[in-house]
């Protein structure tokens, strides 16, 4: 008897390439509370006194959105619904952590495009993506 419910290739494609991509959100967070004289050596006075002048609750949501969102795609390779609201709590940290950054400092000038907007577009992007595509693989009885 065949399972209808059983996740495609892509679904193990995607969870795996997610779990990478939110290894590395963890290890950038660990970077960022953590960092070394080599990694400060790396930017300018100015990148500097942005970096430092961050409020103590932005780096919360910082490693609440990296933390869920590796949670969430371990809960995903496990097939476990749960998956999909931590995915949430990890969009919602993103767009918090990314809003307060474009809105309320002046990172885009300080950081550049590519490190001010480019990258930081692509880490909301996936964390939308990984949430409906959880909702999604849940709603397909993939996840239980």
Request: aromatic share 14%.
């Amino acid at each position: 008897m065949s399972n209808s419910n059983k996740p495609n290739v892509a679904f193990w494609i995607i969870a795996i390439i997610a779990l990478i991509w939110n290894i590395m959100g963890v290890m950038s967070y660990l970077g960022s509370v953590y960092p070394t004289e080599e990694s400060r050596a790396g930017y300018t006075a100015e990148q500097l006194a942005l970096i430092d002048s961050a409020p103590a609750w932005l780096t919360g949501v910082f490693a609440i959105a990296v933390f869920s969102g590796a949670l969430g795609c371990l809960l995903m390779l496990i097939k476990k619904k749960w998956a999909v609201p931590i995915f949430g709590i990890s969009m919602l940290a993103v767009l918090v952590q990314m809003g307060y950054n474009w809105f309320a400092t002046d990172a885009i000038e300080v950081m550049g495009t590519v490190m001010g907007v480019v990258m930081p577009l692509i880490v909301v992007a996936v964390a939308i993506f990984l949430y409906f595509y959880s909702k999604g693989a849940a709603g397909r009885g993939w996840l239980r």
